[in-house]
């Protein structure tokens, strides 16, 4: 958790943009490889339809966008997504299905099933579902997962002017939830969506004060859509990004902060400033869920002439994060199981989740 006050992170973000960027980048220098950057692959599992509505979101089932809707995809099909994506240089997978909430059943036990064959692909896996409990989060965790994205999207403030279907506090509520369940957290947000840059402000003294602070953090510039109440909304210019890239980095300085949505309005020089400001992940392929992005060739050119070079694969250190989160995973699976348990049973394994969780704490 950060002690930065609101006013304390306006006047960071405020700053000249030169003295900005090279304080983000002193910080980034600090707890991360400057040259690496994770490459990322966003499979939409199940698109459209969603019942929310997220003013930014062609998904949501009463805007009328042309995205091309699809049930929950084959578990045969993601594989052979991940497969692809790792060849071209992915170390990273995010499945996303345009959901409320997860819904046990068999489209839950399907995700399940993705996300360890996933996880066997030696790939850092993440998951964005909507909003899930603990048990959930535990049997997500269970399976491979390593990071659940839920998105706080703005501040507190503005929140409402963006979603009506569910609150701030639901938000709070399922990264709580993730957390319990020994995952690691992924939540970011998108500027450019009419807010203030208080709001913005306000969004990222959200984030540094959860405890522990996000592990990822996903800065998107709105791509506005046809057929979305934020269609007209103008295109952010690339030194706002920067900006809240440079900002989240020293309010934020081990997280890793993902420059996402966007980038197709960013020339390579203002991507590379986001890079020197602290931005080390970028999504591949020409589409981020539903809205374009840079294809891998251009990617590939820019990392040649930036020098940078992709992250491999999940590191050794994450590897024994992982093995004490499974271990609490075991420990949560005892205290969640009900019936023909003894209640002291789930006491005990309560309190061996409890100790382990602080364990993995203290790795982080
Ligand atoms: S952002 Fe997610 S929850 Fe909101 S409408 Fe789109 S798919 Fe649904």
Excluded at 340 to 351: L, M, Q, S, T, V
Aim: charged share 25%; aromatic share 6%; with cysteine.
């Amino acid at each position: 958790m950060s002690n930065y006050t609101k006013e304390e992170i306006l006047e960071i973000y405020n700053k000249p943009l030169m003295e900005l960027v090279f304080e983000a980048a002193k910080v980034h220098r600090e707890y991360h490889d400057p040259s690496k950057i994770q490459v990322s692959t966003l499979i939409s599992i199940k698109t459209g339809g969603c019942p929310e509505d997220c003013g930014y979101c062609p998904q949501a089932a009463r805007y009328h966008t042309n995205i091309e809707k699809n049930d929950l995809l084959p578990y045969e099909t993601v594989m052979h997504m991940a497969k692809k994506a790792k060849n071209n240089g992915s170390s990273r997978v995010c499945m996303g299905a345009a959901w409320r909430n997860v819904k046990e059943g068999d489209d839950f036990e399907q995700v399940l099933k993705m996300v360890s064959g996933l996880s066997k692909m030696d790939m850092e896996v993440c998951c964005t579902l909507g909003m899930i409990t603990e048990s959930q989060a535990v049997r997500l965790a269970e399976a491979g997962l390593h990071y659940y994205n839920h998105n706080l999207d703005t501040s507190e403030e503005y929140y409402k002017e963006v979603i009506s279907t569910r609150g701030y506090n639901d938000r709070l509520q399922t990264l709580e939830n993730v957390r319990k369940g020994a995952l690691k957290v992924c939540s970011g947000g998108i500027i450019g969506m009419g807010e203030s840059v208080e709001d913005r402000v306000g969004m990222l003294l959200s984030l540094s004060k959860l405890n522990p602070q996000p592990e990822s953090v996903p800065i998107n510039a709105l791509v506005p859509v046809e057929g979305t109440p934020m269609a007209e909304e103008r295109i952010v210019p690339s030194w706002d990004v920067i900006r809240m890239i440079a900002t989240a980095r020293i309010v934020m300085p081990k997280t890793t902060v993902r420059l996402s949505a966007g980038r197709t309005e960013m020339s390579t020089e203002a991507q590379a400033l986001c890079f020197m400001a602290g931005a080390s992940s970028i999504f591949a392929g020409d589409k981020l869920l539903t809205t374009p992005n840079p294809g891998e060739d251009k990617d590939t050119e820019m990392f040649s002439i930036l020098g940078l070079t992709p992250t491999e694969k999940v590191k050794e250190e994450d590897c024994n994060k992982f093995k004490i989160r499974k271990s609490t995973v075991e420990a949560e699976k005892v205290k969640w199981s009900r019936p023909g348990h003894k209640i002291e049973k789930n006491i005990e394994a309560a309190a061996k989740a409890k100790e382990l969780r602080q364990k993995l704490k203290q790795e982080q």
